[in-house]
Nanobody, 120 residues
Framework: QVRLVESGGGLVPAGGSLRLSCAAS????????MTWCRQAPGKEREFVAS????????YYADSVKGRFTISRDNAKNTAYLQINRLKPEDAAIYYC?????????????WGQGTQVTVAS
C-alpha cells in the first residue's frame, strides 16, 4: 500500500504562483511514476504532468507546458508541482497519482486532493 498526501493548495490571484506537494509513504519502492491530475467542477479528471521516479523524465499536458514544472525529491518520497502564471481555468482539485504502472489511473494509488482556487 502507498499513501499519498497532497498539500499546498489555496486561493491565488490570476497570474500568481503556487507549489503543490505530494508526499508518499508506505511501499514507496513500488512507485515507478508520480502524476498530477486535476478535476474542475463538472469536468472529468485530466492529466497535468508526470515524472518517473528513477530517471526523472517528465511529461506535461499541452495546456500547462511552459507554466507548470513537476519535480521530485526521492529522498523525501515527494513530488512537487510548481504552478506559475495561474489562469482561471487552472482552478480545480489537484490529485496525486502514483504507483507501479506507467499510466495514471485507478491501478495506481490516489491522494485525497488539494484545492486550487484562482481569484480573477
Amino acid at each position: 500500500q502507498v499513501r499519498l498526501v497532497e498539500s499546498g493548495g489555496g486561493l491565488v490571484p490570476a497570474g500568481g504562483s503556487l507549489r503543490l506537494s505530494c508526499a508518499a509513504s508506505g511501499r514507496t519502492f513500488e512507485i515507478y511514476v508520480m502524476t498530477w491530475c486535476r478535476q474542475a467542477p463538472g469536468k472529468e479528471r485530466e492529466f497535468v504532468a508526470s515524472i518517473t521516479r528513477s530517471s526523472g523524465s517528465t511529461y506535461y499536458a499541452d495546456s500547462v507546458k511552459g507554466r507548470f514544472t513537476i519535480s521530485r525529491d526521492n529522498a523525501k518520497n515527494t513530488a512537487y508541482l510548481q504552478i506559475n502564471r495561474l489562469k482561471p481555468e487552472d482552478a480545480a482539485i489537484y490529485y496525486c497519482n502514483a504507483g507501479p504502472y506507467a499510466a495514471w489511473g485507478n491501478n495506481n494509488y490516489w491522494g485525497q486532493g488539494t484545492q486550487v482556487t484562482v481569484a480573477s
